[in-house]
């Protein structure tokens, strides 16, 4: 077990290629966080260099007390499961298994034994003698995992895991990962684009955007919180409704639309407003919003209704009985508004009343 | 397997008629000839050619009891081993190199093939003017350890000097194998081993040379089929099978035996007797080493 610290930590590919860019994180023993982003941006460079298989430009990681910038992969005391695998091919799944425990030397009864422990959590014990080829995905996948349990490392280290399984197995070998963590308390660092998998797993959530970190924090805080638009639309599914509008006073004027703030208000002027699809609700009268109703898409469970107010897109929620109406109107609780600076992106809560949407010319309301 | 796109011809004759030059060029310059050396093998002619009688196995039951033959067998399993091991662990040994090179990596591979594009018997001229005794190069350096080269007066000295030749000009295309075997290693298993806590040279023996074993079962049989036959202008441009038969392999004994000697019935046993050894080789390519080396 350890924690791990992550100061100042950037990555310059040859070329000139920034990947990742001023990463601060103070991992604590034991914990499961997850970096998550969209392809490309910086979060399998940031893991290994965290794994000694890229060499750290900038800044320092401490494994434990310990800086580890020199230290070689194997020394780090660390495990990594890859996106495709990796298992050796031409040993078996023992072989596989033992592999970095002979490597240490570590005595056979103790290798027999780890390796015993290990197959019969990940119930692969009956594999035991055959060659990866001949193994299903799911499988490997437990192989692959099994490989870093045997090593009982301080850390463990994933890499889009279960990106390669089907959507189902994705799910039961989720819960088993989480499951396998909590029982060993080893502290890990999973990377994935699956903003499900990301908020299933992790005790802490690390979004990243185009080799920065835009937010930290556990799954619910970014759920509800999120620090940036960039998160508001990554995390949640359906991605929450960004549209642009005013705030005037006590009033929030979108596009054709006005809804009162009830006190709410943030800021003034023109802003960028978050909406979750299910906090949107459908009401009656001359209330809320008029709803273009474009199309429904049924889940079962639930209903996505997408349509316009004005000429910006939203979608809403709506349990799967709802009764759609001919003119649709919609409405929010002004306690479920997230307002967002339209120059950076950035979140304005009520306590940061100087946000950047003050000092931007506001455009003249569409009424 | 055979997922792959196929194409579907409307015209029955078309593939023949587009096969038609290659395989009228198989028939005349080697399926021909080879059944002729297997006829004339069983047969024996008059000096003069004017008569052929059939003699059965005679000519091999001879080859059987030939001491020059049976010692020529043995020299030739000794250069095909020594040529088949040089050029091939030479080969890897730039692969692995050239492998691990970031920068300039398509610079070496470049320079690394050039030999192979070279004629064998130019790379015979070549080595042969090198180790020349009175005015090569390397013997003057050899000269200072004691060594006194002459290829033409000492055999030990004429079968080092093909041995050389030949691996020289097989080490490019070792090396070529090896390379695309070494670069279709996952990086990943190399990567895990690393965390495994395996060292470069541990990584090597235990991931890349376990998984490079098919490239090198076939290296290992093009490499003693090559030996076997195409070092023919090798020998004829440095040693002619000299001196005192010390570098007269099998394929250059069926060329002295039949086209010198002219006692075609022996030599065309001895290519028969060749192109068996070929076949086997082949066969075990297939059979069995192609089956064995799966993961
Ligand atoms: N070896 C490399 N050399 C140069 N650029 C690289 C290398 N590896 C990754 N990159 C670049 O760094 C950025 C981040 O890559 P990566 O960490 O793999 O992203 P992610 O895992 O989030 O998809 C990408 O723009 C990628 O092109
Ligand atoms: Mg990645």
């Known amino acids: 077990m350890a924690s791990i610290d992550i100061e100042s930590v950037g990555k310059v590919y040859t070329g000139n290629v920034r990947a990742v860019t001023d990463i601060n994180l103070a991992i604590k023993d034991g914990e499961f966080i997850v970096l998550v982003g969209p392809s490309g941006c910086g979060k399998s460079t940031l893991l290994r260099m965290l794994a000694g298989l890229e060499t750290i430009s900038e800044g320092a990681v401490k494994i434990g007390a310990r800086v580890v910038n020199q230290v070689e992969p194997a020394d780090r005391d660390i495990a990594m499961v890859f996106q495709n695998y990796a298992l050796y091919p031409h040993m078996t799944v023992r072989q596989n298994l033992e592999y970095g425990l002979k490597n240490r030397k570590t005595p056979k009864a103790e290798i027999d034994a780890r390796v015993a422990e290990a197959a019969r959590m990940l119930e692969i014990t009956q594999y035991l003698d055959r060659k990866p080829r001949a193994l299903s995905g799911g499988q490997r996948q437990r192989v692959a995992m099994g490989r870093a349990i045997v090593r009982k490392p301080s850390v463990f280290l994933f890499d889009e895991p279960l990106s390669n399984l089907d959507a189902k197995l994705r799910v039961s070998m989720r819960g088993e990962i989480k499951r396998l963590q909590r029982r060993l308390g080893t502290t890990s660092i999973y990377v994935t684009h699956d903003q499900l998998e990301a908020m299933t797993l992790a005790d802490r959530l690390v979004v990243l955007n185009g080799g920065k970190i835009e937010q930290v924090g556990s799954p619910l805080e970014v759920y509800h919180t999120p620090a940036s638009t960039f998160v508001a639309s990554f995390i949640g599914s359906p991605a929450m409704n960004l549209v642009k509008a005013e705030c005037q006073g006590d009033k929030l004027v979108i596009g054709p639309a006005m809804i009162s703030l009830n006190g709410y208000a943030p800021t003034s002027g023109a802003v960028t407003v978050g909406m979750r699809a299910e906090d949107l609700r459908v009401v009656t009268g001359d209330k809320g919003m008029p709803f273009a109703v474009e199309y429904v898409e049924e889940l079962g469970s639930q209903r996505l209704v997408h349509g316009v107010v004005g000429d910006q897109s939203l979608t809403i929620a709506l349990s799967g009985e709802t009764e759609i109406p001919a003119n649709m109107r919609i409405d929010i609780d002004p306690a479920k508004l997230h307002f967002f600076a339209q120059a950076d992106g950035k979140r304005i809560s009520a306590a940061d009343r100087s946000g950047a949407a003050a000092d931007a010319p506001s455009p003249a309301p569409v009424a | ?295």
């Open chain 2, 1 to 295: 397997m055979m997922d792959t796109k196929r194409t579907t011809f409307q015209n029955k004759w078309l593939p023949y008629v587009l096969l038609a030059p290659q395989l009228f060029i198989t028939l005349i310059f080697f399926i021909w000839p080879a059944g002729q050396a297997v006829k004339s093998s069983f047969e024996r002619e008059d000096p003069f050619g004017f008569s052929t009688v059939f003699v059965g196995l005679q000519h091999y039951a001879r080859l059987m009891q030939d001491p020059n033959y049976l010692d020529s067998f043995l020299r030739t399993a000794v250069f095909a081993v020594a040529v088949t091991v040089i050029s091939m662990l030479l080969g890897l040994l730039f692969a692995v190199a050239v492998d691990r090179l970031m920068r300039s990596a398509r610079v070496y591979t470049t320079l690394l093939v050039w030999p192979y594009a070279v004629a064998p018997v130019v790379a015979g001229v070549l080595w042969f003017f090198l180790f020349n005794s009175s005015t090569g190069i390397l013997p003057y350096y050899l000269s200072f350890f004691g060594i006194k080269w002459d290829h033409n007066l000492n055999g030990t000295h004429a079968m080092i000097l093909i041995i050389i030749a030949a691996a020289w000009k097989q080490i490019s295309y070792n090396f070529l194998f090896f390379l695309a075997g070494l670069q279709s290693v996952p990086h990943t298993l190399m990567e895990a081993a690393a965390i495994d806590g395996s060292g470069p040279i541990k990584r090597f023996f235990d991931i890349s040379l376990p998984l490079l074993s098919p490239t090198t079962f076939f290296l290992f049989i093009v490499n003693v089929n090559y030996t076997m036959f195409d070092t023919f202008s090798i020998v004829d441009a440095t040693t002619n099978g000299g001196p005192a038969q010390s570098t007269n392999i099998l394929v250059y004994k069926v060329y002295q035996d039949g086209y010198l000697g002219l006692n075609l019935g022996s030599s065309s046993a001895q290519s028969v007797l060749l192109m068996l050894i070929v076949i086997v080789l082949i066969f075990v390519q297939f059979r069995f080493v192609e089956r064995r080396v799966q993961y």
